[in-house]
């Protein structure tokens, strides 16, 4: 019962508060427009890009109402939220201007919330070895490097998968149902407690996202989106993992995370900047190929369904 509160408060709160916000948005003229002279700019008409305010609110108040949990850990999860949220909106502010916002302070702002989620005590600290089944503590040094790799790189594909109407939030709500399933089978009730909300979120999100999308969250509420995800990974699925289990939340992730990395090498073989913004996803080479926005959502949250059932197939073959 408590899953199906926490899923119904934090749905409602963000389907409330989108359409006021996107009104406000318009007044403020705080909207993603549309231009002819960058390919990755699909849409018609001005969208609002005030989503991502609605998903922050949704997601802690839902979260402090059922958890009551105001530790450090808490505070860590929400100020991480409050820089990337304000580093976002600076970011899609200079977008409604039409201009592009530097990498390198975004870089910096995502590492300061990835080590304060670890300075909090969230971290992939080992795992247990296949043949002694001893538990492999990790070096505290190897221990801070992969865990602010995983947030940083979990928070970067989310948001550079966002540029298809309902992707980036199909293919976080669909990583979280099966984080959520995760952290139940492993008796996780906090991280599984995340999950839950995390899927209310997206799931009112995309009822105005859907294609034709009514809103846009912007690079403030896919980089969220994909911090929380990361978290929740490692508070859930990386802990007291096997060698095998690691695999469950990577697969879990599966299509952002391969295709940013396809991406990135590509990016990296043709001398171009990472942060370098393109058409080089997955989504436009299926647009490129010839299948409509739907179609092309529909393959690739098909692909994401796909990996996800493996890696609960995984959860099942290690316990």
């Known amino acids: 019962m408590l899953y199906v509160l926490s899923f119904i408060l934090s749905y409602a709160i963000v389907y409330l508060l989108i359409p006021p916000l996107g009104r406000l948005a318009f007044r403020l003229d ?52 409050i820089l990337l949220l304000t580093i976002g909106t600076i970011d899609d ?17 995502q590492m300061s919330a990835a080590v304060l989620v670890y300075a909090s005590g969230i971290a992939f ?9 001893v538990y492999m503590v990790l070096p505290e040094f190897l221990q801070f490097i992969l865990t602010i790799l995983w947030i940083f790189g979990v928070t970067t594909v989310i948001n550079f998968s966002d540029g298809l109407d309902g992707l980036a939030g199909g ?10 399933i995760v952290a139940l089978a492993m008796g996780q009730s906090a991280s599984a407690l995340m999950a839950i909300i995390l899927i209310g979120v997206t799931l009112a999100y995309l009822h105005y996202n859907k294609p034709p999308a009514k809103v846009f969250m912007g690079d403030a509420g896919a980089t969220f989106l994909g911090f929380i995800l990361a978290v929740i990974a490692l ?24 295709d940013n ?11 171009k900047a990472i942060y370098q913004a393109d058409a080089s996803q997955a989504h436009y080479r299926l647009l490129k190929a010839g299948l409509s926005h739907k179609q092309a959502l529909l393959v690739l949250c098909l692909v994401s369904v796909c990996l996800s059932l493996s890696s609960i197939i995984l959860l099942l073959i290690q316990s």
């Open 171 to 180: 293919l976080t709500a669909i990583s979280a149902v099966t984080l959520f």
């Open 125 to 133: 600290t080992g795992f247990y070895n296949p043949f002694s089944g």
């Open 30 to 81: 705080f909207v993603d427009k549309p231009r002819r002279d960058v390919e990755r700019k699909i849409h018609r008409e001005p969208i609002p890009l005030t989503a991502s305010y609605a998903i922050f609110a949704g997601f802690f108040i839902a979260y402090l109402v059922f958890t009551r949990d105001f530790s450090w850990k808490t505070g860590a999860l929400f100020g991480g939220g």
């Open 235 to 258: 508070d859930g699925a990386f802990k007291q993992a096997t060698v095998l289990s690691l695999f469950i939340p990577i697969l879990a992730l599966g299509v952002p995370i391969f």
């Open 93 to 109: 502010w200079y977008k409604t201007k039409g201009r592009d916002f530097p990498a390198l302070p975004k870089m910096i702002i």
């Open 261 to 271: 990395i396809f991406v990135v090498v590509k990016r990296f073989v043709q001398g």
